[in-house]
């Protein structure tokens, strides 16, 4: 992905504007769904500011620097991604060090941050003195995907640059012209991921599809009786989510499908995260009131913020049925 195809202007332009009037700060925070391009607009940031040759705002491209950073071997460049669930304590350790280690190039040191959200909570206190005081002049550029699951404490340390949600119609269209997916299959992976490769993995992955039927296994059933949604916790449910990450991934489709009742209830034509379960939508857009219906997305939005927290699954979950009744 190139610059223009990342499509961003908005954030290029605040980047661009920062480093133009000498405003660049210790950190960032680089917001945006998954495929939207933080990782191009990160390596565009640090170019721009390592370029030997800027033009107007642009970094030159085919400078020693720029090559680099673009090659990922550029020394005064650092990079960490989280290993396994969390960026560990000792991997923040190891970059500070780095970072503070003699024999870099002069000038300005960079590092990047994936999955900034994944930052085991040591580790972002290892990171929390050093986002204040960096030795030197430093920038960090945090990346992520889910802002609200990062510790407000690294947040308020940071200068938050949003990338936009890429347009969603086009996307679909072409996940269903080059990948061949069902409509109903695009609709659901468009709202997980803009990266088109990890959209169609997804869509040929059984687990996902997996989860897709118990997010709306769980809903049926919730929406017969809230014991029966606890019973099928207990039984078929525990076999299947085995993980934050599968957690995560199932409240997020319970989540859309409460979306989608909103969505057919309001009548408007936002795009649909199950198209092929119409039917059923419907039918609960008109059983249910629109308190209802905030209710059940606030208990998700709640019990998805949790995942991230260790709290135990099963019990999380109780809490969510419980939570989703009230009103
Ligand atoms: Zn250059």
Known sequence: MNLKEMNQPIAVAQL???YLNDRVSHAYVLDGPRGSGKKELALFFAQ???CEDVVEGEPCG???????IEEGNHPNVSYVVPDGQYIKKEQIEQLMHQMTRKGYEAGRKIYMIEEAHRLHPSAANALLKFLEEPEGSVTALLLTDSYHSMLATIQSRCQRVMLARPDRRSYMERLMTTYELTESLASTVSQLTFDEEEAVELSQD?????KRHLAWQFV?????AAEEAVLFLQQEWANEVKSKEDLATVLSLILYIYRDMVTVKVGNDTILTYPDEKKSLEKYAFRLTYEQLSV???AILEARRKVESNMNRTLLMEQLVFNMQEG
């Not at 049926?220 to 017969?224: D, L, R, V």
């Open 48 to 50: 721009l500011l390592k």
């Open 62 to 68: 085919v400078c020693s620097s720029c090559r680099r």
């Open 220 to 224: 049926t059933k919730f929406e017969q």
């Open 296 to 298: 059940r997305l606030d």
């Open 206 to 210: 059984a687990s996902f599809l997996l």
């Open 16 to 18: 661009k504007k920062m």
